[in-house]
């Protein structure tokens, strides 16, 4: 069991140090097993991690009706410690395509009502629109989710992948408890503007693709054939010379890692966990065996010359290639 607990902002709920994202056992990263997916969040329910992250549009609903599965055949006491954090917004097509996202008020209540019904709760713990939407105001949307606050359906705002300028307009709306944004060694473009901003307003971060997607977590290799339905087949950071480079730094990370005893992904994951108290990683883990290895990140401490010797394998900048496709980055607030 691990209590390490840590709090989402100034006005966010209490969570455990480590979240878990259930993305990958439902859609973009090759097909999931479901008995293993169900028996993954019950593992990390057990091992104390409270935080079920999501998104309505991971595999249309797929994901969502999976936690409600999970927390319907969880004991009693684990099922009422489970905190869930919901994406909504984006727009997809019986094919499985992307065609925008959608933060109109009125679109915001209609998500939630679904995700409500799929999840089989009476609330959503924190709630935000998956990417923004140009053509809505953010205070119209945040304006949805708060009115949603206040007739008990959600218990917190949140925000995802949006620059400075609209963290602090949102704040200005409603009390926002935490940014959900990528932020991994490899992807540390938060840290000149964005992390500042939400420290200035009390704002806490969940950090996604913590192991850049599997490419920085020790297993990935050269080799290895991804699935026709696994979006990393898209990515820039796994194509061709960029993946060449990339985990070349993966070995010199190997190397400071195998100097402490621990895995690569434990200390990609213990050196978010450094970065401060207001930001809790989303480990990916779609495994039992993941999930124990995500979970002794707990136990690595790193000292100044840890660190040091982390900087100077991986340094800030030095992944080649940019996180998504161009047409994924063109919707990403929080790049421009």
Same mark, same amino acid.
């Given at each position: 069991m691990t209590t390490r607990t840590r709090t989402l902002g100034t006005t966010g709920p209490q969570v455990s140090a480590l979240g878990l994202g259930c993305m990958g056992m439902s859609a973009l990263y090759g097909d999931a097993d479901r008995a293993e997916s169900?028996?993954?969040?019950?593992?990390?329910?057990?091992?104390?991690?409270?935080?079920?992250?999501?998104?309505?549009?991971?595999?249309?609903? %797929?994901?969502?009706?999976?936690?409600?599965?999970a927390l319907r055949t969880a004991p =009693?006491?684990?099922?009422?410690?489970?905190?869930?954090?919901?994406?909504?917004?984006?727009?997809?097509?019986?094919?499985?395509?992307?065609?925008?996202?959608?933060?109109?008020? =009125?679109?915001?209540?209609?998500?939630?009502?679904?995700?409500?019904?799929?999840l089989g709760v009476d609330h959503i713990d924190?709630?935000?629109?998956?990417?923004l939407d140009p053509d809505v105001p953010v205070e119209e949307t945040v304006g949805a989710i708060s009115e949603l606050v206040e007739q008990g359906y959600v218990r917190h705002i949140g925000l995802s992948e949006v620059g400075a300028e609209t963290i602090r307009r949102a704040a200005a709306t409603a009390p926002i408890a935490d940014l959900q944004i990528e932020y991994a060694l490899i992807s540390r473009g938060i840290e000149a503007e964005i992390l500042p901003t939400t420290r200035e307003l009390g704002i806490g971060v969940t950090a996604y693709g913590v192991l850049s997607r599997g490419l920085i977590s020790g297993h990935f290799t050269h080799d290895r054939q991804l699935a026709?339905?696994?979006?990393?087949? %898209?990515?820039?950071?796994?194509?061709?010379?960029?993946?060449? %480079?990339?985990?070349?730094?993966?070995?010199?990370?190997?190397k400071v890692a195998e100097g402490k005893g621990v895995s690569v992904a434990q200390i990609a994951i213990a050196w978010v966990l450094s970065r401060g108290?207001?930001?809790?990683?989303?480990?990916?883990?779609?495994?039992?065996?993941?999930?124990a290895e995500s979970l002794g990140a707990l136990d690595?401490?790193?000292?100044?010359?840890?660190?040091?010797?982390?900087?100077?394998?991986?340094?800030?900048?030095?992944? =080649?290639?940019?996180?998504?496709?161009?047409?994924?980055?063109? %919707?990403?607030d929080s790049e421009r």
């Amino acid at each position: 069991m691990t209590t390490r607990t840590r709090t989402l902002g100034t006005t966010g709920p209490q969570v455990s140090a480590l979240g878990l994202g259930c993305m990958g056992m439902s859609a973009l990263y090759g097909d999931a097993d479901r008995a293993e997916s169900i028996a993954t969040i019950h593992a990390a329910l057990e091992a104390g991690v409270t935080l079920l992250d999501t998104g309505d549009f991971y595999g249309m609903g %797929h994901n969502e009706l999976l936690i409600g599965e999970a927390l319907r055949t969880a004991p =009693a006491a684990r099922r009422e410690q489970a905190l869930t954090s919901v994406k909504f917004g984006a727009l997809r097509g019986p094919d499985g395509s992307w065609s925008g996202y959608d933060g109109r008020p =009125a679109a915001v209540r209609n998500f939630a009502a679904y995700s409500l019904q799929r999840l089989g709760v009476d609330h959503i713990d924190v709630y935000r629109m998956a990417r923004l939407d140009p053509d809505v105001p953010v205070e119209e949307t945040v304006g949805a989710i708060s009115e949603l606050v206040e007739q008990g359906y959600v218990r917190h705002i949140g925000l995802s992948e949006v620059g400075a300028e609209t963290i602090r307009r949102a704040a200005a709306t409603a009390p926002i408890a935490d940014l959900q944004i990528e932020y991994a060694l490899i992807s540390r473009g938060i840290e000149a503007e964005i992390l500042p901003t939400t420290r200035e307003l009390g704002i806490g971060v969940t950090a996604y693709g913590v192991l850049s997607r599997g490419l920085i977590s020790g297993h990935f290799t050269h080799d290895r054939q991804l699935a026709a339905n696994d979006f990393r087949t %898209h990515s820039p950071r796994f194509q061709g010379d960029n993946l060449r %480079h990339n985990l070349d730094l993966v070995e010199a990370l190997r190397k400071v890692a195998e100097g402490k005893g621990v895995s690569v992904a434990q200390i990609a994951i213990a050196w978010v966990l450094s970065r401060g108290e207001d930001i809790v990683p989303l480990i990916g883990a779609r495994s039992r065996e993941r999930l124990a290895e995500s979970l002794g990140a707990l136990d690595v401490t790193l000292d100044a010359a840890d660190l040091t010797a982390i900087e100077e394998a991986v340094p800030a900048g030095a992944a =080649a290639g940019e996180r998504y496709a161009p047409a994924a980055m063109a %919707h990403l607030d929080s790049e421009r």
